[in-house]
């Protein structure tokens, strides 16, 4: 499965120390989040509107359970959402994976529309309104 990163993700060394010997991965090349823009604080994250230059990561389940660790998903740091795979992504089933920043936690100034709680309303707008392209 694929998963765009935008981060520090973009750093084989970074991924390297993340994933590890033991699941396999690769960069599968470049590619635009379009529909999502990147904004620093504590770490990268991203705010609708815009686009988003980064990489394709291509990694198995263990690579994504370790990505899960790495992106603090159990404690709510951040949020995986799917993202639909647009023009020019070949060899992705329909959709990459996108990591996805609380805002309040990474000391950012970003609004999510919509009611709910953070994570719900990332998913939302991210899933309907982003696509990676290359």
Known sequence: MFVFVYGT???????????????????????????????????????????????????DDAGLERLDRYEGVDSGLYVRVAVPAGSGVEDVDDRCWVYVGDPERLDVDVTWPGDGPFRDRARRVVSRRADVVR
Not at 21 to 41: I, K, M, N, W
Not at 45 to 56: D, H, K
């Open 9 to 59: 993700l973009t750093d084989p060394e970074q991924v390297a120390t993340v994933l590890g010997d033991s699941p396999q991965y690769e960069f599968a090349g470049r590619a635009t989040l379009e529909g999502c823009h990147r904004v620093d604080g504590r770490y990268p994250t991203l705010a609708p509107g815009g686009s988003v230059g980064g990489r394709l990561l291509a990694v």
